[in-house]
């Protein structure tokens, strides 16, 4: 979907360093998620948010931090305290946070570690 | 929790042949359940989703079926091609429902061959 864009495309991460991965959508929808994907494991919810200033951890929130202040933007913080962090992340949106609204993923970012 | 399962991890199918995927979820309050196919290096996209008060859903040439009380809902593709080679993923909405969170299957690779 071209409605959500997520950059860099491809992203390095040095020892003790924190990683930003930006994920806009212009599709008006209220509710953003992050998932991890790693080779063989399927999709796993990092952090979701439902509407702007409010936000709620996944299954595997450790590590990982996030911010809703615009609609549009729900970007990732990669922490140093995520000591795993090579991984395909993608974001995704939804029209609302409501029961059975698909969601529409981004290209995803590939971050590996230097 | 919830939890899905996938199976096949891969399946290989003679180009015209049909495919059939699997899945099993485990929290019977679920009721929605997407499907999504992912190109290699690419974005999944929703390719068909279907609600518990349905049984049955087609677009095409593909269809899902949903067996609300063996929870289980399975993929169907007939007469394949080889551009429906990728990842596909199953995925069943985590209650409560107004979060909008989906817990995903592992993923199967699908293999057409000419």
């Known amino acids: 979907d071209g409605g959500i864009t997520q950059s860099p495309k491809y992203l390095f991460r040095k020892e003790g360093q924190n990683v930003t991965l930006s994920c806009e959508q212009n599709?008006?929808?209220?509710?953003m998620y992050w998932y991890r994907q790693d080779p063989g494991q399927g999709l796993r919810l990092i952090y979701y948010s439902q509407i702007v200033n409010d936000f709620q951890k996944g299954d595997i929130a450790e590590g990982y931090s996030v911010s809703r202040e615009k609609k549009e933007s729900f970007p990732l913080t990669v922490t140093s305290a995520q000591k795993n962090p090579t991984a395909f992340y993608l974001c995704a949106s939804s029209r609302g946070g409501g029961p059975n609204q698909p969601q529409h993923f981004g290209d995803g970012t590939r971050l590996s570690i230097l | 929790g919830e939890n899905v399962e996938q199976h096949p991890s891969t399946l290989s199918v003679q180009e015209g042949d049909s495919a059939v995927i699997k899945c099993t979820y485990s929290?019977?309050?679920?009721?929605?359940f997407p499907w999504y196919k992912q190109e290699l290096g690419k974005r999944p996209q929703l390719i068909i989703d279907i609600r518990s008060n349905v049984g049955e859903k087609k677009d095409q040439r593909i269809a899902v079926t949903l067996n609300k009380t063996a929870k289980h809902f399975s993929l169907h593709i007939t007469e394949t091609q080889p551009e429906d080679s990728a990842v596909y993923f199953c995925a069943a909405s985590k209650p409560p429902s107004n979060t909008g969170k989906l817990i995903f299957g592992q993923g199967t690779t699908l293999q057409v061959k000419p």
């Open positions: 929290d019977s309050a679920s009721n929605y």
């Open positions: 599709l008006n929808h209220d509710a």
